[in-house]
């Protein structure tokens, strides 16, 4: 080989780099010292140091500076600067300690770095220390070293010395406006940042992609659309519409304010779509509650090479979660650990959450189980799994565990309406009304109206229907929709029309034109045998144009959803659905079942009353599961109303004489049926 020169040695190690590739460093590394002679020279040493730390290779960073004879601050700096870069932040303020005991002043590229690391530590002392040090090495108002500062101040959670920093930095540059404005974001001070960004204005700045994008999310933020588009006619006149980071940036903001056709366009019009992109368009749809086009955006992306990150798996999983889509959420699961993401912590929540809304509680604690490291999210994505199954002993031991012992995790608003939905669902008044009761003293979280709502409904399910009024009477808040349909319901399921009538004429004043309460109200009636008031409350709704969404149930089978309305003959299997149903009626009747005609909401004779409730969409729907799904896999049913009580005790006979289990998720929990019992204990 010809001689190399230092610097061509040089420019070999930052190769090495630049292409993350440790074995060619090596290599450069043992021809440096086959070739030069030592004491090598002092850059040689800077290089090999910035290779080793930035490839993540700590030790032979340290081994190459502890030979290093005359280390300068460009050595130790590129040692730091390394160790922050791949997380090393402890590792960070460890070497810059030792920097100094080596008499070594740091400089405008040190300074930042260190700031990082105290930053992302969440570590205002050592902040604080790093910041005394920058003013008396008088590096502080130098306009980076100041912005990292500030940055630093930010993510300590300290608002007022972060904001006086800003202040106090002279020259301040468009990175130190942007990190105002990100921060900003970040804290959720929304406004702070839109009051921010027109001063940023004021001042004769012109905003970059990254001031786009800040500006997007506190507007996104704040739901504040009209400021938003604004922003938006301002990217058309600033030439940035062609920029992917801003057009991803009008994707989400437009997605969050619920104008998910405006997404639509905005990535249509992306010429060159990123991964982002995708996952910011998958992720407005999921937001809107459009989930079947998640998953068909996500089928689309995966057919033009885009490979899953964490970020798209996780929204893909939640538009699983709101389909009821068991089978495609495993799928995802599968690509999931495929792609070697199934760890990272949103998307373990994520499939927490997908398995307890699509009833497959085991596949929830597998899942939970399984997770190297768990946040708030997802103790809450388990327990409210426990709570659709209405298990509110294991919701309650999760929420004991959760915040005591080692794990130690402060619940949330969240966690409360979980765990009561829990103790409402389950039956277990006294333990619901401990917790909630330990909000306000022992946590500092002041009871909201979904909370309020979960007593009442707890309270109505168990038959204390004039306690659950006498409690919202002596609610701090004004009783809401949710409130008063507790209320309603408990009255209906427990037959007190006089208090349901009460309760009707306040949810009729809260939201007149809701079907669903005029429904229920008249069904109450209609099931304590008033038919002329059931009749009259039919009446209203049609004088004043209220139409009743119709009930129907959905099975998935052979990739496809078939839809059940009752007495549906739609189906074009459905002369063998109706012979599945006669067959099924014969069979339940020689084990013993009898119709329950009260849920036959209409004045009938008996016999027609029968037939009635003999067609109601969740027996069609389970009809036809029987024909087409094959034996020993479970059939899952999903249904848009409250399964009713003839439903719930037909299919508990069906589970025993067929030998299947049968899973039915109706608008209030999951019900699953096998041997002739449901594991609800017939409390719903």
Known sequence: MPFLSANSLASFVESAVSTQCSRFGRAAHAQIVKTLDNPLPSFIYNHLVNMYSKLDLPNSAQHV???????SVVTWTALIAGSVQNGRFISALFHFSNMRRDSIQPNDFTFPCAFKASGSLRSPLAGKQLHA??????????????????????????????????????????????????????????????????????????????????????????????????????????????????????????????????????????????????????????????EDKACMLFLRARKEGIEPTDFMVSSVVSACAGLSGLEVGRGVHALAVKACVEG???????????????????????????????????????????????????????????????HGVAPNYVTFVCVLSACSRDGSVNVGMEIFES????????????????????????GMVEQAYQFIKKMPIRPTISVWGALLGACKMFAKPELGKIAADNLFELDPLDSGNHVLLSNMFAAAGRWEEATLVRKEMKDVGIKKGAGCSWITAGNAVHLFQAKDTSHERNSEIQAMLAKLRREMKAAGYMPDTKFAL???????????????????????????????????????????????????????????????????????????????????
């Not at 500076?65 to 280390?71: A, D, G, V």
Request: aromatic letters at 10%; glycine letters at 8%.
């Open 602 to 684: 209409f004045d009938l004779e008996e016999e027609e009353k029968v037939m009635e409730v003999g067609y109601h969409s969740e027996k069609i729907a389970l009809a036809f599961g029987l024909i087409v799904i094959p034996p020993g896999v479970p059939i899952r049913i999903t249904k848009n109303l409250r399964i009713c009580g003839d439903c719930h005790n037909a299919i508990k006979f069906i589970s025993g004489i067929v030998g299947r289990e049968i899973i039915v998720r109706d608008n209030n929990r999951f019900h699953r049926f096998r041997d002739n019992q449901c594991s609800c204990r017939d409390y719903w």
């Open 344 to 406: 990272n912590i949103f998307v373990g929540s994520s499939l927490v959450d997908m398995y307890g809304k699509c009833g497959s509680i085991e596949d929830a604690d597998r899942a939970f189980d399984e997770m190297p490291e768990r946040n708030l999210i997802t103790w809450n994505a388990m327990i409210g799994a426990y709570a659709h199954q209405g298990r509110a002993d294991m919701a309650v031991a999760l929420f004991d565990k959760m915040t005591h012992g080692s």
């Open 65 to 71: 500076i502890s030979l290093t004879p005359n280390r």
């Open 439 to 462: 909000m306000r003293g022992r946590y500092g979280i002041e009871p909201g109206a979904e909370h309020y709502a979960c007593v009442v409904d707890m309270l109505g399910r168990a």
């Open 133 to 290: 040090l920058a003013v008396k090495a008088g590096q502080i108002t130098d306009v980076f070293v100041g912005c990292s500062a500030f940055d630093m101040y930010s993510k300590t959670g300290l608002t007022y010395e972060a904001r006086k920093m800003f202040d106090e930095t002279p020259g301040r540059n468009i990175a130190t406006w942007n990190a105002y404005l990100s921060n900003s974001v970040l804290e959720g001070r929304y406004e702070d940042a839109l009051t921010a960004f027109i001063e940023f204005r004021h001042e004769g700045w012109e905003p970059n992609s990254i001031t786009f994008c800040a500006f997007l999310n506190a507007c996104a933020g704040a739901s504040n659309l009209r400021l938003g588009r604004q922003l938006h006619g301002f990217v058309l006149l600033s030439g940035f519409e062609a920029d992917v980071s801003v057009a991803n940036g009008l994707i989400d903001f437009y997605g969050k304010c619920h104008q998910v056709g405006c997404s639509e366009i905005i990535f249509s019009g992306i010429s060159k779509p990123n991964d982002v992109s995708w996952c910011s368009m998958v992720a407005s749809y999921v937001q809107n509650d459009e």
